[in-house]
Structures are given as C-alpha cells and as structure tokens.
Nanobody
C-alpha cells in the first residue's frame, strides 16, 4: 500500500508563491501519472494539474500559466509550484497517484491566500 504525504501548504498573501510537495512511500514510477487536486468545504474535489511518467503535464484552465507541476523520480516526489496566488486558490490540496487499480490519495495540505 503506497502512502502519499503532502507538505508545503500555509498562509500566503495574494500575489505570493508556495511550493507543495508530495512524497510517496515507494517508487512513483509504478504510477502512470501523478496529480494535484483541491477542495473547498462543501464543494467537490477539483483537478488542478497532472504529470505523466514521460513528464507530459496538464493543467486546469484556472491555474494555467501560474502553477507548474514537476516530479523527481529519484526522490519519489511530485511538486506543485504555485505563483501569483489568488484568494480563490484557497483550498485543501491533495496529491493523487493514478494506477490501473485505482487512485491513491494523500491527506491534504491547506493553502490559504489572504491579506
């Protein structure tokens, strides 16, 4: 059973930056892609970004051009660099690992964008 642990969340002012990390307990190469999602209380969990094993990245329209997803296979870690943050980016951010048997999730890290 692979475990995913997110870190790097916090409070940041509008226009600021944060980098989230997601470290897996095992190799992330066994997953065909890794992703980030976010959720606001009372709302569904929304897709933010994903990156495949061959490093093809996809982004939600709302974060395109501001967020960058990357991966370091040697460290079993996926990153989400978040720039030009807005109050509407405030959410609990989850890491996801996609496999043929289903999706694994981390416990989430809170990002709050506020002045």
């Amino acid at each position: 059973q692979v475990q995913l642990v997110e870190s790097g969340g916090g409070l940041v002012q509008p226009g600021g930056s944060l980098r989230l990390s997601c470290t897996a307990s095992g190799s992330i190469r066994i997953f065909y892609a890794m992703g980030w999602y976010r959720q606001v209380p009372g709302n569904q969990r929304d897709f933010v970004a994903s990156i495949s094993n061959d490093r093809n990245a996809n982004y939600a329209d709302s974060v395109q051009g501001r967020f960058i997803i990357s991966r370091d296979n040697a460290k079993n870690t996926v990153y989400l660099q978040m720039n030009s943050l807005r109050p509407e980016d405030t959410a609990l951010y989850y890491c996801a690992a996609y496999s043929s048997g289903g999706t694994y999730w981390g416990q989430g890290t809170q990002v709050t964008v506020s002045s």
